[in-house]
């Protein structure tokens, strides 16, 4: 037998089977959603501040600032969110807000760390 997994749909708050026929056009939707939104990065310790940047300032732009929570790792710091204020410069914090990486527009210096990050890409 297999067994049903599925999520909890977070506006009826009821419990949705994956592999259940009756809700297949839903689950669908939820994931082509999810999918199209959901982003996860990884750069090596000789990846450039500027190669983090280019990516992340195209998929975060806008003049907005834009908090946008996550979960990752830089070196041995948590990267619990990553702010773009379109200054330039993209901040990775830790979870008390502190500033473990700034990732410049156009600077050759290497990261010295593996940068990892999972979020969900915001409404630009």
């Given at each position: 037998?297999?067994?049903?997994l599925?999520?909890?749909?977070p506006?009826?708050?009821?419990?949705?089977?994956?592999?259940?026929?009756?809700?297949s056009?839903i689950?669908?939707?939820?994931?082509?959603?999810?999918?199209?939104?959901k982003?996860?990065?990884?750069?090596?310790?000789?990846?450039?501040?500027?190669?983090?940047?280019?990516l992340?300032?195209?998929?975060t732009g806008?003049?907005?600032?834009?908090?946008?929570s996550?979960?990752?790792?830089f070196g041995?710091?948590?990267?619990?969110?990553?702010?773009?204020d379109?200054?330039?410069?993209?901040?990775?914090?830790?979870?008390?807000?502190?500033?473990?990486?700034?990732a410049?527009?156009?600077?050759?210096?290497?990261?010295?760390?593996?940068?990892?990050?999972d979020?969900?890409?915001?409404a630009?």
């Open positions: 037998m297999v067994p049903k599925g999520f909890v749909d506006i009826t708050a009821k419990y949705i089977y994956l592999n259940d026929d009756e809700n056009s689950v669908g939707e939820y994931i082509t959603y999810l999918l199209e939104r982003m996860y990065i990884k750069f090596l310790a000789t990846a450039t501040q500027a190669q983090v940047y280019n992340l300032s195209a998929v806008g003049t907005d600032t834009k908090y946008i996550s979960s990752g790792r041995e710091y948590t990267v619990a969110e990553i702010v773009n379109g200054d330039g410069d993209i901040n990775f914090k830790d979870n008390g807000a502190t500033i473990v990486l700034t410049y527009s156009g600077s050759s210096t290497q990261l010295g760390h593996v940068l990892q990050a979020f969900i890409i915001p630009i």
